[in-house]
């Protein structure tokens, strides 16, 4: 008997007198918050497409993609919005309240946005 065989794909190993699958999980790679965000959607509204892609192996890499895009996009819409809004380091060192009241309504004002458009698709 051969000590290892390949059917469909994947590779066996004989052990005794049995064959056993060599299997590998795709690597994990660290997800955050828009990753998880996209996790608890998928898990709630789009279940098939959800086992779909666990099944696949490729859930966590979409994650990955999600969370990466996400985070990108919020960092370009708040850089974006302060300059629009005219939010610079002066009117930081002017008035600090003010300041981060108007980043904390921007940074709100992002997320939003990125959820919208990323996450909840």
Do not use: F
Request: no cysteine; proline share 2%.
């Amino acid at each position: 008997m051969e000590k290892y065989i390949e059917r469909n794909g994947i590779t066996y190993e004989l052990r005794g007198e049995q064959y056993y699958p060599l299997l590998e999980l795709p690597e994990r790679k660290e997800i955050g918050k828009y990753g998880n965000l996209y996790l608890e959607y998928l898990k709630a509204h789009r279940k098939g497409y959800h086992t779909t892609l666990l099944m696949e192996g490729t859930l966590n890499q979409l994650l990955y993609e999600i969370d990466v895009e996400a985070e990108t996009m919020v960092e370009r819409i708040i850089t974006s919005l302060a300059a629009e809004r005219g939010i610079d380091e002066d009117l930081k060192v002017r008035d600090m309240l003010s300041w981060v009241a108007e980043m904390n309504n921007i940074k709100a004002s992002a997320e939003e946005i990125v959820l919208r458009e990323v996450v909840y698709v």
